[in-house]
């Protein structure tokens, strides 16, 4: 029997791209991720640092299902995600999987409301039903009175907001977050991470964030380093001034 309070569990996790020859280079792979290793635990708060170009967003499209490792395994809850059929995969990702981007990713054409709905309709439900879970969502981000902004007519803290909001309205286990505020500016910065926060207090839901910034990686209970095409636990020593860490947890996570 699986653990109730593992959510995921990733086992030498590998990504390899081909690279094509040029007029002056040989065709060759590029081993981005070489073995990761890494355990969340249900309701968790963790943060991936790393360079830029170590492999963040990869690592973070597999575990989210949007790409497939060369090698190595995800396993949500006991099942191994990529034994899945693509359609199945896909129902699979819609319920269990939310995302946020750098880029919000909502589409210009629709209101904050209708965007907040897509998941729910393309899972099946009613226009009613839908908005019956994305209205208190938008409410609880603070958003009550842009139901009927489209992305265009909002701040980009606001489109933000919208977006999570999105990625929360399946209930997901578990939300990825991709540089949230990577286009923000220090003070909306500040109110999305106290928003994640709430969030994942008033969800339970558990977040795996990618970010270049500090104060956001160090609001979380974990902090995790992507180096080599490897994860580690950072250390409490490894800190940035300023920062102490707050680990509350004992889950062990990282090998
Ligand atoms: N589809 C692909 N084909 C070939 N190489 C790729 C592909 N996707 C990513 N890469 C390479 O893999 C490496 C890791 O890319 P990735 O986007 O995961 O980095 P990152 O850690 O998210 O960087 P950043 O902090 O700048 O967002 C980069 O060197 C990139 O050029
Ligand atoms: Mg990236």
């Not at 973070?60 to 899945?84: C, E, K, N, Q």
Request: hydrophobic share 40%.
């Amino acid at each position: 029997m699986a653990d109730p309070d593992i959510l995921l569990e990733v086992l030498g996790l590998s990504r390899h791209f081909k690279v094509q020859a040029t007029p002056s280079s040989p065709s060759r792979t590029l081993e981005v991720l070489r073995g990761v290793d890494l355990t969340i635990t249900a309701g968790e708060m963790a943060s991936i640092v790393g360079q830029s170009g170590t492999g963040k967003s990869t690592l973070l499209h597999i575990l989210g299902t949007l790409d497939r490792p060369t090698a190595g395994s995800v396993v949500y809850r006991g099942t191994d995600v990529f034994s899945m059929s693509e359609g199945a995969l896909a129902r699979f990702r819609n319920h269990n999987i939310g995302f946020v981007f750098q880029f919000h990713h909502l589409l210009a054409e629709f209101s904050a409301l209708q965007n907040v709905m897509l998941p729910g309709l393309i899972a099946g439900m009613s226009p009613q039903q839908a908005s019956k879970r994305a209205e208190p969502l938008l409410e609880q981000v603070g958003l009550a009175d842009r139901l009927s902004h489209r992305p265009g007519e909002l701040s980009g803290g606001e489109q933000q907001r919208v977006a999570f909001a999105r990625a929360l309205v399946m209930q997901p286990d578990i939300v990825f977050a991709d540089e949230p505020t990577g286009n923000l500016d220090t003070a909306t910065s500040e109110e999305i991470h106290a928003l994640l926060v709430r969030l994942n207090r008033e969800t339970n839901t558990a977040f795996v964030v990618v970010t270049h910034n500090v104060r956001l990686a160090w609001l979380m209970n974990r902090h995790l380093l992507l180096e080599g095409g490897v994860i580690r636990e950072l250390r409490d020593d490894e800190a940035p001034e300023g920062f102490l860490p707050k680990r509350k947890d004992t889950h062990g996570g990282a090998a």
